[in-house]
């Protein structure tokens, strides 16, 4: 578990982080809605039901549910950082859903009744969470019996290159000491040992489990590193508070380091998630 400060900084992170998101959500679902489609089909939402999604970001995940719903059921869909919630209403606007409500709520702290929802959503979300197993307990204690979680995570460094790789020269560059794997962080539920841990901790049963491939592709350089720069959480922070000086010979570091996944076409990084259903 994360110390009291953490949650503080990854609320300012990811409040910061939202106008990238917003800005590159149609390039993130190309290259992982499969992630989130897989998600949607293990939780089978029917006509009438009611779906959380937590730390929904720009809310991709939950809006390709809400169709299912019919205008009897309802989405809702949440994030911990208001601006993300602002970014997910202004598009499920725009798409015109009229079945989803949008809420600011920190996942492990749920303002919501117990045996509220029949099922719930969260890409990406718990391993950055100071307390999973708190957020777990929560998901466990407002979803009512027999509902679905289902979830996604990242698995490995090794078989995730495109954050791994820039993580490893950044940690180089400042000589800063490797993180504690069980740390929050992109990779602290990498291990489905460990997913399936935090859930029967939480009194939830996996069902399915399965690894998706992703890949990330970029025209050039220069929209990897305004990727690294503009929407990688914590990397883009501490970029940020770089001086430019140590920025640039960072950014040349980072360039050498991807050099091996570069082609006529740009540059594609691969990816796994860890994808869980879970009840
Ligand atoms: C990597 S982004 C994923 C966004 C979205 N689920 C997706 O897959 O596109 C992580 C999200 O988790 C949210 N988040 C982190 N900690 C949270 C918490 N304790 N409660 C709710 N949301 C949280 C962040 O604000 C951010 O929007």
Redesign the pocket.
Known sequence: MAGPGY?QV??DV??R??AG?DRERRW?WDA?HAV?EWMVEALAPRPGQTIL?????????GFAAAAALGDDGRLIS????PN?VEAARAESQRLGLRNVEHRA????RLDLNDDSVDGVL????YM???DPGA?LRETRRVLRDGGGLAL?VWGGPNRNPWASVPGRVLLGYTDAPPPDPAAPGIFAMADPLRVRSLLSAAELEVQRMEELEVRWRFEDFDAYWRYLTQLA?AIAIAIAAMSDHDRRALRERVEKAIEDYRSDLGYELPGVALNTLAA
């Open positions: 949650r990854s609320f990811w409040q982080m939202a998101w993130l992982s989130s999604e937590l730390a929904a970001g720009t809310g991709e995940t949440t994030d911990f950082a993300m709520l920190d996942a492990e969260c890409r990406w979300g950055l969470m100071a957020a996604s959480g």
